[in-house]
């Protein structure tokens, strides 16, 4: 969440696409003027005084209204079949402003075979391990390019285990 954190401006207007219990918006604080998470393992919404995490999957869950300053993908990306990866593309682009930013972050493709590793050992459980497909991270770029967005920022961290994305909206 750091991480992205860092590419998200102050009183902004936020979609986190596997938004868990909110937890990115809680972290934003102060910064965030409005969030809308989704979340696939959720039974019910969760409502907050300054967001709402809704059960489904993006993009068939999804803000009616556009004219979001951020879409946020924390570790979601390579759990997303590749056949959907351009509806989830678009569905950004429309719902974001000019100059609204889709902020992502994927594991490298060694984190799968670490994981793996770790599960038949017993000590992690859960994370949805069967979702993961050997996700290229240089595909996301591609992925982003098609529906009208420009590359600002690309980084690893976690000892290049993880990478960071950062689109711009362009028009």
């Known amino acids: 969440m750091r991480q992205a954190m ?3 401006p102050r009183n902004a207007r936020v979609i986190d696409i596997g938004a868990h219990e909110g937890e990115l918006f809680i972290a934003l604080g102060d910064r965030l003027e409005r969030g809308f998470g989704v979340e696939p393992l959720r039974n ?7 967001f709402t ?8 869950v999804r803000p009616t209204a556009g004219g979001w300053n951020a879409v946020t993908m924390l570790a979601v990306l390579e759990h997303i079949p590749t056949s959907e990866q351009p509806a989830l593309a678009a569905a950004c682009q429309e719902l974001l402003r000019p100059g609204g930013r889709v902020i992502i972050t994927v594991p490298a493709k060694a984190v799968d075979h ?8 017993r000590l992690i459980d859960g994370m949805s391990l069967e979702e993961h ?6 595909d996301t770029a591609r992925i982003f390019s098609a529906p009208g967005f420009k590359l600002l920022h690309r980084s690893k961290f976690q000892l290049g285990l993880n ?3 950062v689109f711009e909206r362009i028009s």
């Open 6 to 8: 860092r590419f998200i």
């Open 44 to 50: 019910a919404a969760l409502e907050a005084a300054k």
């Open 53 to 60: 995490v809704v059960p489904g999957f993006f993009p068939a």
């Open 114 to 121: 670490i994981l793996a590793v770790l599960r038949w050992l």
């Open 133 to 138: 497909y050997g996700f290229e991270p240089t």
């Open 163 to 165: 990478h960071l994305f």
